[in-house]
């Protein structure tokens, strides 16, 4: 059985940007961000952040629901594509 690929695709890539607008709009670093994740019982360091924004990590559901709990966000905002003004 061929091993599945790890590669992030557009919808993965649209939850990265907005976890880290977000993040930023909130004027969160990412240690606080990360922090606020671990405190609600999923343990992230900013590093997995760090590469979880960048696309460089897979963020599952898991991950999802408390980024967004963090966040103070309905776990679909993570998921919706980002609008442009």
Same mark, same amino acid.
């Given at each position: 059985?061929?091993? $599945?690929?790890? @590669?992030? *695709?557009?919808? *993965?890539? $649209? /939850? +990265?940007?907005?976890? @880290?607008?977000?993040? /930023? @709009?909130?004027?969160? +670093? !990412? %240690? @606080?961000?990360? =922090?606020?994740?671990? =405190?609600?019982? $999923?343990?992230?360091?900013?590093?997995?952040?760090? %590469?979880?924004?960048? +696309? !460089? %990590? %897979?963020?599952?559901?898991?991950?999802?629901v408390a980024?967004? !709990?963090?966040?103070?966000?309905? =776990?679909?905002?993570?998921?919706?594509?980002? /609008?442009?003004?």
């Amino acid at each position: 059985m061929a091993a $599945r690929s790890l @590669e992030i *695709g557009p919808a *993965g890539i $649209r /939850t +990265a940007r907005t976890i @880290e607008n977000l993040r /930023t @709009e909130r004027g969160l +670093a !990412q %240690r @606080e961000l990360a =922090a606020r994740v671990t =405190a609600l019982g $999923r343990p992230m360091s900013n590093t997995m952040l760090s %590469r979880i924004e960048r +696309a !460089q %990590r %897979r963020c599952d559901i898991d991950d999802l629901v408390a980024l967004a !709990q963090a966040l103070r966000v309905p =776990a679909h905002v993570l998921l919706q594509a980002l /609008t442009t003004a």
